[in-house]
């Protein structure tokens, strides 16, 4: 039978530890805990706030089986014809089915919004970038094996408006597998030892082109994900 003696088992147990931890890196997600912070909303717009109990409900619970996480409610213009079932905007009736609104979306964890008005939100210079109205783009690109991707990470598309803030960056494997490379581009530049998740090196050398990634990839035919 085979012996260990103590320092054999710390050796084991250290090296058993290593490869948990290293397993651990490689699986945990790059992305946020899914939350009805973060997940898709919708703009749900009250036609003549011409809307009742049992549809609201019906509304909100095909929402959230849809994974909607919230609903911004717009009362606006009615639709012509429907005169009748119109509720005047503020009147303690649709407070009532503002009321309902809240209590069903609370049972199944989304959150309200509204605007504050008759129509589209408003604003105006006074409102700052992080608190003005914004949308996800996603730039993607094709790397395949051993090949190097070097370039400044931009929005392609030149109708998108500037600024535009690169959030992540992960390179995923054809086989489900990821390579979070969002911490090295938030540095405002790297040492030529840094080193990625993955080993191989990544470099940020011209802080005028602070989305610059030069990385090789070593799985077959890789996407290279970058959200702003």
């Not at 088992?9 to 490869?19: E, G, N, P, R």
């Not at 009742?52 to 994974?67: R, T």
């Not at 009321?99 to 105006?124: A, E, K, N, R």
Request: glycine share 6%; with cysteine.
């Amino acid at each position: 039978m085979m012996r260990f003696t103590k320092p054999n088992c710390s050796l084991i147990l250290l090296f058993f530890y290593c490869f948990i931890n290293s397993f651990a890196q490689e699986t945990i997600s790059p992305w946020p805990k899914s939350t009805n912070i973060n997940q898709p909303w919708a703009r749900w717009w009250w036609m003549g706030s011409a809307v009742d109990k049992p549809n609201l409900k019906k509304s909100l619970v095909d929402f959230h089986k849809a994974g909607i996480g919230g609903v911004e409610i717009t009362p606006i213009y009615g639709v012509k014809g429907e005169e009748s079932n119109f509720i005047d905007y503020l009147s303690p009736k649709w407070l009532e089915m503002l009321d309902y609104t809240i209590h069903i979306s609370d049972s199944l964890h989304m959150q309200v919004d509204m605007v504050l008005g008759t129509g589209w939100p408003y604003g105006g210079s006074h409102v700052t970038l992080p608190y003005a109205a914004t949308k996800l783009v996603v730039e993607k690109y094709q790397v395949k094996k051993n090949e190097t991707i070097d370039r400044n990470i931009k929005l392609e598309n030149a109708k998108e408006k500037q600024p535009a803030e690169l959030l992540y960056v992960v390179a995923y494997g054809s086989d489900g597998s990821f390579i979070n490379l969002t911490d090295q581009l938030k540095k405002n530049g790297s040492k030529p030892t840094d080193k990625g998740i993955d080993g191989k090196s990544v470099s940020i050398p011209n802080p005028l082109e602070p989305n610059k990634l030069k990385w090789k990839a070593k799985k077959n035919r890789l996407y290279l994900i970058c959200c702003f």
